[in-house]
C-alpha cells in the first residue's frame, strides 16, 4: 500500500469517482481477460485517461504494465481498502421518519459494509418499534449505546430546527463522521466529517434547467 | 435581467451555492436595513468576496451600490427568477417504495415550487392506493397523463436494473429533467438534464474518512 501521507491527498472529487470504477471493474467479463487498461476504462466511462490513470496509481499497490494494463482483482481490493470497505462501519440513525424509514429500510448499504444497528427517535409513538429490523430508542439512549455499539457513522434524518442539537449529541457519543440529510448547516468538531445530502442544491440545478428550457 | 445568453453560462457549482444565499437572506432582518453587501454575505457564509460579488451579478437585475449594497428584496426575487422559483414546476415519480414514499410525503419540495402531482409503479398492491394525497398509477400510464399534466421532472426512485427503462418512459412522456435516485448512469437524448443523486458517492467519502481516522 501506499505511504498514508500521499493517499490522504486524494480529492473528494476523486473519491466520488471511486465507485464508479468499482462498479464497472466488477462487472466486467474477467473469464477472457484480466487484466484492463486505464485507457480502456477511461474511453469506456468517458472521462480523462491522464485522470483515470492518476487516481489508479492513488488506489493500487501494483503499477499497471504498459499495454497489458491492471491486474482486475487488484484493482478492485485496491479500491475497497482505500475506501473502507474491507472493515465494515457502523451507523445510528437520528430521526425516524419517511426519509430515516426509507434509509432503515434500503438494503443497498450492504455492498458498501455500512450497517445502520440503531435509530433514535423523540416521538413517544415511535420509540421501541422496530423498522426493517432496527430498534428505535430515545434519543438520550445514544450517549450510552453508541459507544457500547462501536458505532462510527450518525446519519441525521431529523428536522432542520433540531439538526444541530442531534449532531452535538451524536459527535458527543463518539461518531467520528456525520451524513445530513437535514438541510441544516452543522458545526462539528475539527476531525469531524460531515457529508451533506442536500437536496436543495439539486433542485436548483433542476429548475434552473427547466427556467433556461422555458425562456 | 440580463441577457440569457450570460446567464447560461453559470456553474452548476455556482448554482448550487444559490439556495444558500436564499436561506441566508430570507433570514435576514429587514427592519433595521434593507440592504447588503457582497462582503457581508460572503463574511457571513465563509466564502470568498469575489465569488459572492460574481454570483450576484448573475442573478441580480440591478448592481449593488458602493458601501450600501444590494437591496435584499431586489437579491432575493433575483435569485428565485432565475431559479425559476417564481414559476412552479410539476413532478411525476417512479417507484413508489421505501425512497419514493418518503420524497412523496416530504413537504419541503414546497418552498421550492416543486409539486409531486402523481407517482407510477409496477406493484399491483400499489396501484390505485394513495401516498400523502398522491395517487399510484400503472408505469404504462405515463406517456397519457405526463403530457395531460404538464409534468416537466421525473423523479426516479425505481430499482437500478429498471432505472433506463423507467427513464427512457418518462422522457418519451415529454419530461425535460431526470432526477436520479437509482444508482445507474442514465442515458438520454441532448437536452435533457439528469440530476443524480448518489448516495454510493457519498458512502465514499464518509468510508475513507474513516478509514483515514483508523490508519
Known amino acids: 500500500m501506499k505511504d498514508d501521507k500521499i493517499t490522504q491527498l486524494m480529492s473528494h472529487q476523486a473519491i466520488r469517482r471511486l465507485p464508479?470504477?468499482?462498479k464497472y471493474l466488477k462487472n466486467l467479463d474477467t473469464a477472457s481477460?484480466?487484466?484492463i487498461s486505464a485507457a480502456v476504462m477511461a474511453?469506456?466511462?468517458?472521462?480523462y485517461e491522464g485522470l483515470v490513470r492518476k487516481d489508479l496509481a492513488f488506489v493500487s499497490s501494483v503499477s499497471g504494465k504498459?499495454?497489458?494494463g491492471f491486474k482486475i482483482d487488484d484493482l478492485i481490493s485496491g479500491i475497497e481498502h482505500f475506501l473502507g470497505y474491507d472493515m465494515?462501519?457502523?451507523?445510528v440513525l437520528a430521526g425516524a421518519g419517511h426519509?430515516?424509514?426509507a434509509l432503515l429500510c434500503y438494503r443497498g448499504f450492504e455492498s458498501y459494509k455500512l450497517e445502520i444497528v440503531a435509530a433514535f427517535d423523540v416521538a413517544e409513538k415511535l420509540i421501541g418499534s422496530e423498522i426493517c429490523g432496527k430498534e428505535?430508542?430515545?434519543l438520550e439512549k445514544a450517549r450510552d449505546l453508541c459507544p457500547r455499539l462501536n458505532v462510527r457513522i450518525g446519519i441525521i434524518t431529523a428536522p432542520a430546527a433540531v439538526a444541530q442539537e442531534v449532531c452535538d449529541i451524536l459527535v458527543d457519543a463518539g461518531v467520528l463522521a456525520v451524513w445530513n440529510f437535514a438541510p441544516a448547516q452543522l458545526s462539528v468538531p475539527r476531525g469531524i466529517l460531515v457529508q451533506n445530502e442536500n437536496m436543495a442544491?439539486?433542485?436548483?440545478?433542476?429548475?434552473?434547467?427547466?427556467?433556461?428550457k422555458r425562456r
Not at 440545478?205 to 427556467?211: A, P, Q, V
Open 88 to 91: 465494515p462501519n457502523r451507523a
Open 136 to 138: 428505535v430508542f430515545p
Open 201 to 212: 442544491e439539486s433542485l436548483a440545478i433542476l429548475s434552473n434547467h427547466l427556467t433556461e
Open 99 to 101: 426519509l430515516g424509514k
Open 43 to 47: 474511453a469506456d466511462l468517458r472521462l
Open 33 to 35: 481477460n484480466d487484466r
Open 66 to 68: 504498459p499495454r497489458v
Open 20 to 22: 464508479h470504477y468499482l
